[in-house]
Nanobody, 127 residues
Framework: QVQLVESGGGLVQAGGSLRVSCVASGYGDCTVALSWYRQGPGKEREFVSGFDYNGRRSYADSVKGRFTISQENAENVVYLQMNSLKPEDSTMYYC?????????????????????WGQGTLVTVSS
């Protein structure tokens, strides 16, 4: 069974730093691409940063130059280092896991059906 465990949120003053992490497990022989989203009350969930299946990073314009995403040698662990935090960065951060498979279309669909979200971790930046 797929599990996605997030950790590392908390309270920090403006200008400070936090690191959140996400660990995916239970996805068998699928490949995984992990990314971070955030969502405030009454707002749509928005992309923050993530990896694609080829290991390429991408960032939302609002966090470029301040946030850095990285992963361990194993693709199932990613970190989001958040520097120069602003009060407007305060919200719930969610890890998203997208699964793929290099080869069989059938297996690719089976893996994609396991795409999932974490429970979220709260980041609060005080002014």
């Amino acid at each position: 069974q797929v599990q996605l465990v997030e950790s590392g949120g908390g309270l920090v003053q403006a200008g400070g730093s936090l690191r959140v992490s996400c660990v995916a497990s239970g996805y068998g022989d699928c490949t995984v691409a992990l990314s971070w989203y955030r969502q405030g009350p009454g707002k749509e969930r928005e992309f923050v940063s993530g990896f694609d299946y080829n290991g390429r990073r991408s960032y939302a314009d609002s966090v470029k130059g301040r946030f850095t995403i990285s992963q361990e040698n194993a693709e199932n662990v990613v970190y989001l280092q958040m520097n120069s935090l602003k009060p407007e960065d305060s919200t719930m951060y969610y890890c998203k896991a997208e699964f793929g498979y290099r080869g069989s279309v059938f297996k690719r669909a089976r893996c994609a059906a396991m795409n999932t979200w974490g429970q979220g971790t709260l980041v609060t930046v005080s002014s």
